[in-house]
């Protein structure tokens, strides 16, 4: 790597430039090595993986990380706003694609908040909606009443007019070898259950049905087929308009979708959409990401920090790095969060300007997270 180059771009804010905090200490057997007063928070897609296949370097990168034992050298995670899987499930698979040993602690997805949910909502009816498993997640999370909004339709006959024309097959029923639909045994009664919530997990697939069931659901009071009533709370994993996929270009994401149910839905309604948006640039998803890594296990011998949970480490990080791909998620963020976040943006994702975004800009550019891991090491003393 070119170190000049590849730090073309270090944007001036010199009260927000780490410090070296851990350089050229030397550990001694007697003395349990001092443990990183920094910390880094990877975004996924764009920046370590496109599609399904890693972005050059990124497992490299990723390696230096761990010390010869296979433990975690520096404490780092995975702070995504994708998901639609269990965050084990998710780090069993990109333990596979990056070939190291990622603790599913480290996987923070969009839709991990939602896990504090699950006390308001407890026994109440509430659908899940995207791709992947939705409804284990919501399950796992420990929502006791979930439907995937693919069950759910599949209770109402005509909720979804247009599917007699939709000819493609799931992935269940290629599993399966099924040819035509299966719909599940009427062991409930959706029809007078109310839905209590309605939780956008992951990246809807069906838009046209799942924005029809969810006016349905959200205008009748969550009785598809009544009156309107008052709206259930709807939550989104997060509000991403656009993200970096296999495509040359931006791919439509989470908050494309919303903005397509919010217009339909106020046309139709007489009372505006209601919604609540998690993920980044929230900065309470910082502060979370702040406080999981403060309690990672990192450097064997040193106990990871036992203070308040509600307590945010921002005491124990001097800095926290944030490396993404999408100014107006990644850096964005990291700059509403503040103190200790230091953000870096590559050019393997969403971004791909010569220069700073000129709307977020970054604390530094780089043209990888190869590049980004690079700094940060050298920064820390680490190299
Ligand atoms: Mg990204």
């Known amino acids: 790597m070119r170190f000049s180059s590849a730090f073309a771009v270090l944007r001036c804010r010199c009260k927000r430039r780490p ?6 200490r030397r550990c001694f057997s007697s ?4 443990r990183p007063s920094f910390g880094i928070a990877f975004d996924i897609d764009g920046v370590l993986i496109r599609g399904q296949t890693p972005i050059a370097g990124a497992p490299e990168a990723l390696r230096r990380l761990y010390s010869d034992s296979g433990g975690l050298k520096v404490p780092f995670l995975f702070l995504t ?6 965050e084990s499930k998710r780090a069993k698979e990109l333990s596979l694609q990056l070939g190291i040993n990622i603790l599913h602690q480290q996987v923070l997805q969009g839709h991990t908040p939602f896990k504090d949910l699950a006390n308001r909502f407890k026994e109440g009816l509430v659908i899940a909606v995207g791709k992947g498993e939705p409804a284990d997640v919501m399950l796992e999370y420990g929502f006791k009443n979930v439907l995937s909004i693919d069950e759910y339709a599949s209770y109402f006959d005509g909720i979804d007019p247009l599917s007699p024309y939709k000819t493609w097959k799931t992935r269940s029923m290629i ?4 040819k035509e639909p299966c719909k599940p045994p009427h062991t409930r009664n959706v029809f007078s259950e109310r839905v209590e919530a309605a939780f956008v997990v992951s990246d809807p697939v069906d838009w046209g049905r799942d924005i029809q069931v969810l006016c349905d659901v959200l205008r009748s009071g969550g009785l598809p087929g009544r009156e309107n009533s008052h709206q259930p709370p709807l939550f989104f994993a997060n509000d991403d308009l656009e993200y970096q996929a296999v ?4 791919r ?4 494309a979708y919303r903005i ?3 217009a339909i839905f106020n046309r139709i309604h007489d009372n505006a959409l209601e919604y609540t948006c998690f993920g980044k640039p929230n900065p309470s998803v910082f502060r979370n990401a702040e406080n999981i890594l403060s309690h990672l296990p990192c450097c064997p011998n040193v106990e990871p920090y036992k203070g308040n949970s509600t307590i945010t480490g921002t005491h124990l990080f001097k800095t926290i790095y944030m490396v993404g791909d999408n100014p107006a998620v990644d850096i964005s963020g990291a ?6 976040w230091f953000s870096i943006l590559t050019r393997t994702g969403v971004f791909k300007g010569k220069e700073n975004d000129p709307q977020f800009p970054a604390d530094l550019v780089v043209d990888n997270v190869g590049d980004a891991v690079d700094y940060i090491l050298r920064q820390e003393g680490f190299v």
């Open 247 to 250: 495509f040359p270009t931006n």
């Open 81 to 86: 706003n994708g998901g639609g899987v269990r």
């Open 31 to 34: 003395y349990p090595p001092p």
């Open 175 to 178: 599993d399966k070898g099924e």
């Open 252 to 255: 439509l994401g989470m908050g």
């Open 335 to 340: 700059r509403q969060a503040g103190h200790p």
């Open 19 to 24: 410090s070296v905090s851990f350089s050229h």
């Open 260 to 262: 397509a149910l919010e």
